[in-house]
Each structure stands twice: as C-alpha cells, then as structure tokens.
C-alpha cells in the first residue's frame, strides 16, 4: 500500500478499531489507490484521504415505538451523511438486528464511490437501525418507521440527503417513511426513492440491482466471448436484488440453481424455471415467509440447511445477494475448483479482503458491490429526475437508461484499471474512478 494511504489508514484503524467492517472497506479502497497518490500529489497536499474517510455527519438517535401487545420498545436509528461533494447524501436505510455504527460507515463510504460512478450527482450516505422487521406485524412495522421518520425528517431534504431501502427496508417501509415525511413537514418532496408507482416511484426500480448487475456480469463475460446464456448460475440471498439478478439471469438463457436466506440454501440444479421464481418471489414478499417453507411444497428442489450455496454444486457464474461477508476464502476455492469463471457481487462488500485476492489472483473476472450493484441508486437517481421533471418514462426507458449505465460504469472501470497497468482488475478500476472524481470535487471547493 502507498505510504501516505497506509498512514492514513494506522490513524484509522487506531481510532476506530471496533469498526472491523469498515476498515475492511476502507483497506479495500485505500489498497487500490496507490497507483493514483503516487503519480499525482495533490491529494496528499489536500488530505483528501483523511476528509474523505470521516463522515461529514454521523447522526444517531432513539427509536421508541409501541409493539403489538402495548408494550414500549426501543431502537438505535442511525444515518450517516458521508460526503456531498458531488450531490445530495444517497444511500439506503437498512433495518436488521445486525446494524452498528461500523456496518454503516463501510456502506456509507462504499456509497460515496458506486454513486460517483454512476455519473449522476449524489453524495454518499447510508442509514438505518437495529429494528428487525421480521416476523412483525405491518402496524409494529408502521409504528417504528413513523417513530424513525419523526427525528430523520428533520436531518433530509431533496437537496440534502435522499435515502433508500436496503436489507429489510422495501416498498412496505418506505410507504409508511414517507406518509411520515409529508405530514411532518406538509409538503410531497422527493425525499425517499423506492416510492410505489402510485405514488412517485419509478418503474424498474425494484428491478433495478438486480437487472444492473446481470447487465455487468454480461460486460465482463463479453470480454472472454462468454454470454448468460446455458450459463449454469448460483445465486445467494432471496430479497429484492437476489430475485430479480435471477430474473434477468433466467431470461437471458442461464441456469439458476441456487438461492439462500439466512436460515439455508434451496437448490435446483437443473435450473429454475421463472414459475418456480414467482412462487418464491410470492412467498417472499407478500407471504414473507422462509425458503424452506418453499422447498417443502417443491420435490424438484432440495434444501440444505444452515448453508451457503457455494460448495453446493459447480457453478460457472457466483453472485452473492445477501450481505457483507458470506464468501470466504473456503468459498472462492471451491468455486475456482468448480470452474467458476465470473464473481458478481450484487450484495455490499460480500467477499472477504482473502477470497477477492484469490479470485483475482485464478483469473476469475470479479466485480466490486460498488460497481456491479449500482443499478439500484442509478435509477433511483432516475426515480428523483422523474419528480423534479413530474413526470413517469416508460418501463422501456428506464430500462434502456438503467442498461447504459450499467456498461458505462463497466468501460469506466475498465478503462482505469487498463490507465494503471492491471487491465482485468475492476476493484482498483472501480475505486480509482470512482475517487479520482469526488476527490477532485473536493479540491475544487476548498476545505
Ligand atoms: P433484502 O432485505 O430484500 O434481502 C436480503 C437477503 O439477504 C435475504 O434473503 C436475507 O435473508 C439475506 N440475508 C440478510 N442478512 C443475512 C445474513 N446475515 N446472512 C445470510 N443471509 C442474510 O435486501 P436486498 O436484496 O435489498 O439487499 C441485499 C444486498 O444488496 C445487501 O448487501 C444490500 O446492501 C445490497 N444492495 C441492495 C440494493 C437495493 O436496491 N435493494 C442496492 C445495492 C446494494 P433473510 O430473509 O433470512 O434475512
């Protein structure tokens, strides 16, 4: 690593030690940047790396809410506004009993450079809370968020900070977010992305990682002359970006034999057909129910319990749909063992620092969450150009906006990381695009 990033990064590390998450990503990003601070000093000169690696706001509140037998709970609530160099805070809020300071700070600073990258104007932020929506029912749902929604509403804006969903935040959440929002502050902003169609939303939208990233697995496949297409693909998570990278996969001619909750994996290894899919995706989102209670009504699946898809079969194609962290070291040489040519991370930071360098360094064509699942906030970007102009482009537009953002955002990547001499390495590509110009953005206003 540069001297000046690894100085940087000692400070860090000695300031934050507890926050293992995210100085994983900042190792991540500051590990690929050494090219870039070597030729050119002025960010050194400008400390662009410590400004850039400390939130410009880091807000935490409580959240009291009342459950379903009348007793009053309460939870952290947490969004921290990164940077806003290059537009508004943007980024999603994530409601999982796992969420912490360090979680958010990784998603946070992760979202600076994917938001970058889409060549729209947003800032990076990330927020959220330690609220589990399952198995709660939508009053408790609608009780917390309207309590979250009643101190964020005052830290947001449409110029300010425009927040998302994420794990366990859908069209349900921010629904009942946004009812918040506008009766507090008597006015239809937008302030939230992931709005319904009915009111405010963009169609793709829940589509949109999902699609986004099968888009740019296909741009690095067409590097090798490879396609979707009788692909056998395995895929984790079962949520928003999970289900529609299988729909897109499924429609493009590949196998999808995999999908995964926290619980375990479903398996069909002559690959899924897209009714087996909707019956999930009904299951899922409208019955919210488990995939093993899907497996059970299903004797052409198999479902393995408290496991991870990838040493379950041999897969050509991996995308990791979840969460940070399910694909180890373990993980990656299984998949090299079983042929695995392309690494797709439609989750945030899915792989490990070791299983990365081990795919990379097989050849294996990996893309960065930063990169590959940024098709979310690119249309959710599209979603605020629709209300500010106050009007809806078609499924077909949004689309077609969404697909060429996805193959910018691919020949950006790649474009940087052939400037710095590592041609198929789209992490270092990724990052030093997506740094170079937020970086500049902010040596252009000063401190
Ligand atoms: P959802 O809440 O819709 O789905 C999350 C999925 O991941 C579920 O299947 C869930 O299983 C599983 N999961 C969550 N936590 C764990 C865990 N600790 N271990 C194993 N499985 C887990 O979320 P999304 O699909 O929206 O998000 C998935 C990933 O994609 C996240 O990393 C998110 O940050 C990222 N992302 C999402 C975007 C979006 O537009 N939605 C945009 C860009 C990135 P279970 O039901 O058992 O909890």
Same mark, same amino acid.
């Given at each position: 690593?540069?001297?000046?990033?690894?100085?940087?990064?000692?400070?860090?590390?000695?300031?934050?030690?507890?926050?293992?998450?995210?100085?994983?990503?900042?190792?991540?990003?500051?590990?690929?940047?050494?090219?870039?601070? *070597?030729?050119?000093?002025?960010?050194?000169?400008?400390?662009?790396?410590?400004?850039?690696?400390?939130?410009?706001?880091?807000?935490?509140?409580?959240?009291?809410?009342?459950? /379903?037998?009348?007793?009053?709970?309460?939870?952290?609530?947490?969004?921290?506004?990164?940077?806003?160099?290059?537009?508004?805070? $943007?980024?999603?809020?994530?409601?999982?009993?796992? %969420?912490?300071?360090?979680?958010?700070?990784?998603?946070?600073?992760?979202?600076?450079?994917?938001?970058?990258?889409?060549?729209?104007?947003?800032?990076?932020?990330?927020?959220?809370?330690?609220?589990?929506?399952?198995?709660?029912?939508?009053?408790?749902?609608?009780?917390?968020?309207?309590?979250?929604?009643?101190?964020?509403?005052?830290?947001?804006?449409?110029? =300010? *900070?425009?927040?998302?969903?994420?794990?366990?935040?859908?069209?349900?959440?921010?629904?009942?977010?946004?009812?918040?929002?506008?009766?507090?502050?008597?006015?239809?902003?937008?302030? &939230?992305?992931?709005? $319904?169609?009915?009111?405010?939303?963009?169609?793709?939208?829940?589509?949109?990682?999902?699609?986004?990233? %099968?888009?740019?697995?296909?741009?690095?496949?067409?590097?090798?002359?490879?396609?979707?297409?009788?692909?056998?693909?395995?895929?984790?998570?079962?949520?928003?970006?999970?289900?529609?990278?299988?729909? @897109?996969?499924?429609? +493009?001619? !590949?196998? %999808?034999?995999?999908?995964? *909750?926290?619980?375990? =994996?479903?398996?069909?290894?002559?690959?899924?057909?897209?009714?087996? &899919?909707?019956?999930?995706?009904?299951? $899922?989102?409208?019955?919210?129910?488990? +995939?093993?209670?899907?497996?059970?009504?299903? $004797?052409?699946?198999?479902?393995? !319990?408290?496991?991870?898809?990838?040493?379950?079969?041999?897969?050509?194609? !991996?995308?990791?749909?979840?969460?940070?962290?399910?694909?180890?070291?373990?993980? /990656?040489?299984?998949?090299? /063992?079983?042929?695995?040519?392309?690494?797709?991370?439609?989750?945030?930071?899915?792989?490990?620092?070791?299983?990365?360098?081990?795919?990379?360094?097989?050849?294996?064509?990996?893309?960065?969450?930063?990169?590959?699942?940024?098709?979310?906030?690119?249309?959710?970007?599209?979603?605020?150009?629709?209300?500010?102009?106050?009007?809806?482009?078609?499924?077909?537009?949004? *689309?077609?906006?969404?697909?060429?953002?996805? %193959?910018?955002?691919?020949?950006?990547?790649?474009?940087?990381?052939?400037?710095?001499?590592?041609?198929?390495?789209?992490?270092?590509?990724?990052?030093?695009?997506?740094?170079? @110009?937020?970086?500049?953005?902010?040596?252009?206003?000063?401190?």
């Amino acid at each position: 690593m540069n001297v000046y990033a690894s100085r940087v990064l000692e400070n860090l590390t000695k300031q934050h030690s507890n926050e293992k998450e995210f100085l994983q990503s900042v190792t991540e990003v500051f590990g690929t940047l050494g090219k870039l601070l *070597d030729r050119e000093n002025k960010y050194e000169k400008n400390k662009i790396l410590e400004r850039i690696s400390i939130p410009e706001r880091a807000i935490t509140f409580q959240v009291p809410w009342v459950d /379903a037998k009348g007793e009053i709970q309460v939870n952290y609530g947490y969004r921290i506004q990164f940077n806003s160099a290059i537009g508004p805070y $943007k980024g999603g809020l994530r409601f999982h009993p796992s %969420v912490n300071m360090s979680i958010l700070k990784f998603l946070g600073f992760e979202q600076i450079f994917k938001n970058s990258l889409t060549t729209l104007p947003m800032g990076g932020g990330k927020g959220g809370s330690n609220f589990d929506p399952k198995g709660k029912t939508d009053a408790e749902v609608m009780s917390f968020c309207q309590s979250f929604m009643r101190e964020l509403y005052r830290h947001i804006g449409p110029n =300010t *900070d425009v927040p998302a969903g994420d794990i366990g935040v859908g069209g349900r959440e921010i629904g009942y977010l946004f009812g918040q929002y506008r009766r507090i502050v008597n006015s239809y902003d937008s302030v &939230l992305t992931g709005k $319904k169609l009915n009111w405010g939303g963009s169609l793709v939208r829940p589509e949109a990682t999902g699609y986004g990233a %099968v888009y740019f697995a296909s741009e690095m496949l067409a590097t090798r002359k490879m396609d979707f297409a009788g692909r056998r693909v395995l895929i984790s998570g079962s949520g928003n970006v999970a289900q529609y990278a299988a729909k @897109k996969a499924i429609l +493009l001619g !590949a196998k %999808v034999m995999s999908l995964s *909750d926290s619980s375990g =994996t479903i398996l069909v290894e002559q690959g899924m057909t897209l009714d087996q &899919l909707e019956a999930i995706m009904e299951l $899922k989102n409208v019955r919210r129910g488990r +995939l093993s209670e899907y497996a059970a009504t299903d $004797k052409s699946t198999k479902y393995v !319990a408290s496991e991870r898809p990838w040493k379950q079969l041999k897969t050509e194609i !991996a995308m990791p749909c979840a969460t940070q962290n399910e694909l180890d070291i373990d993980d /990656a040489k299984a998949l090299i /063992a079983g042929g695995c040519v392309c690494v797709c991370e439609g989750a945030n930071m899915p792989t490990t620092l070791e299983a990365t360098s081990c795919l990379q360094s097989n050849h294996v064509l990996f893309s960065p969450g930063k990169a590959s699942n940024a098709g979310g906030v690119a249309t959710s970007g599209l979603e605020m150009s629709q209300n500010a102009m106050r009007l809806s482009w078609t499924a077909e537009e949004v *689309d077609a906006k969404l697909h060429g953002i996805m %193959v910018s955002i691919h020949n950006t990547a790649k474009a940087a990381a052939e400037e710095f001499g590592e041609p198929d390495n789209y992490v270092l590509g990724a990052n030093i695009a997506g740094f170079r @110009k937020v970086a500049d953005a902010m040596i252009d206003q000063g401190i």
